[in-house]
Nanobody, 126 residues
Framework: VQLQASGGGLVQAGGSLRLSCAISGRTSRSLRVGWFRQPPGREREFVAVISWSGGREYYVRSVKGRFTISRDIAKNMVYLQMNSLKPEDTADYYC????????????????????WGQGTLVTVSS
């Protein structure tokens, strides 16, 4: 599985951005695709994840109600719609995929995801 993230940019606080993750290669029913972010000077952290087959979603508490993860199976795309952005959302955002999890919310840490796209920078100005 190969992934390519795009859609980052500079936005004012309160604004919106949509990140895209293009997926290529063979996908399986067990695939889950997640978004992680790495703020400046900090470790990479989980943001959201979606199951490829069923479309079920899970979010970190800090973005719940503001961010929405979705997928388009026909286009092999995963999106992260980010609304009501805050300066603390500033980070490099990465999409990642995993085919080994026993359930969607299992082990939501970077090391559990074996496939990664490159980062896309989101900067939220105050």
């Amino acid at each position: 599985v190969q992934l390519q993230a795009s859609g980052g940019g500079l936005v004012q606080a309160g604004g919106s951005l949509r990140l895209s993750c293009a997926i290529s290669g063979r996908t399986s029913r067990s695939l889950r695709v997640g978004w992680f972010r790495q703020p400046p000077g900090r470790e990479r952290e989980f943001v959201a994840v979606i199951s490829w087959s069923g479309g079920r979603e899970y979010y970190v508490r800090s973005v719940k109600g503001r961010f929405t993860i979705s997928r388009d199976i026909a286009k092999n795309m995963v999106y992260l719609q980010m609304n009501s952005l805050k300066p603390e959302d500033t980070a490099d955002y990465y999409c990642a995929a995993d085919e080994t999890a026993v359930y969607l919310e299992y082990d939501l840490v970077p090391a559990a995801f074996g496939f990664w796209g490159q980062g896309t920078l989101v900067t939220v100005s105050s």
